[in-house]
């Protein structure tokens, strides 16, 4: 009798949804050649080992935007598996604001980036990991009346 393969563990993955005063959030453009490519996605990645969550957080979004955020809260954490084969992730998302002497986010990783209200960002091509996450900061966060 063959036993089935142990549970692998997801990918724990940090990712920032930066605000701004106008009510809008950044979202990041992912290279073409990279997995996803050419979807959206809130910037972030993985988390070291022995590393803090908030951490990991302020260390890749200055790794991939060249600026600074504080994390102000914590989102719903979000199991996504991308599919035999590819990468099971454990997304911990965190709502952050630029810290205030921080230069302003620039494409170091990615194509494009975008401030986009809760309307536009449910227009968007989302990473279906991303998808959950916005739907919950769109719930919790959106100013009625909004553009």
């Known amino acids: 009798m063959l036993s089935a393969p142990p549970p692998r563990e997801p990918l724990p993955v940090v990712c920032a949804l930066i605000e701004d005063d106008a009510g809008c959030v950044l979202v990041a453009r992912r290279a073409a050649h990279k997995h996803l ?14 590393e803090s969550p908030e951490a990991a957080l302020v260390r890749e979004i200055r790794e991939e935007l060249g600026c600074e955020v504080t994390p102000a809260r914590a989102l719903l954490r979000r199991r996504h598996d991308y599919g035999a084969g590819s990468v099971w992730v454990e997304l911990i998302p965190f709502v952050a604001r630029l810290v205030p002497t921080s230069p302003p986010p620039r494409a170091i990783e990615h194509t494009e980036l975008s401030w986009v209200s809760a309307a536009g960002l449910a227009r968007l091509d989302l990473a279906m990991a991303d998808r959950l996450v916005a739907a919950e900061w769109i719930e919790i966060s959106h100013k009625t009346g909004s553009p």
């Open 37 to 50: 490519g050419g979807r959206w996605e809130f910037p972030g990645g993985k988390i070291e080992p022995g």
